[in-house]
Nanobody
Framework: QVQLVESGGGLVQPGGSLRLSCTASGSISSIYAMGWYHQAPGKQRELVATITPARRTNYADSVKGRFTISRDNAKNTVYLQMNSLKLEDTAVYYC??????????????WGQGTQVTVSS
């Protein structure tokens, strides 16, 4: 029905930058909240940032001032610009979207995850 495909992860040195992208495709009527979460080894999945269709944003305290979430509603795509990366940002990053389907149902979807590794 719906797929979320992420890209942009990789290996970066401390202080570096990465930009993640996530595009939703399938039987989509509209998308309300979109967001990014991360999960470090041995830890629970945690919220990084969310954005509404009106582009109201919310960030975890740990990333405020360093990460920026944005979205392109026409492309069903959400982005996460990550600057001043720290060792503790290392995790698998997951895209999340709340989607109204064409059949009228409302579902929550996750991407497959993309690895971000911050290392010197």
């Amino acid at each position: 029905q719906v797929q979320l495909v992420e890209s942009g992860g990789g290996l970066v040195q401390p202080g570096g930058s990465l930009r993640l992208s996530c595009t939703a495709s399938g039987s989509i009527s509209s998308i309300y909240a979109m967001g990014w979460y991360h999960q470090a080894p041995g830890k629970q999945r945690e919220l990084v940032a969310t954005i509404t269709p009106a582009r109201r944003t919310n960030y975890a305290d740990s990333v405020k001032g360093r990460f920026t979430i944005s979205r392109d509603n026409a492309k069903n795509t959400v982005y996460l610009q990550m600057n001043s990366l720290k060792l503790e940002d290392t995790a698998v990053y997951y895209c999340n979207a709340g989607i109204w389907l064409r059949d009228g149902a409302r579902e929550n979807y996750w991407g497959q995850g993309t690895q971000v590794t911050v290392s010197s």
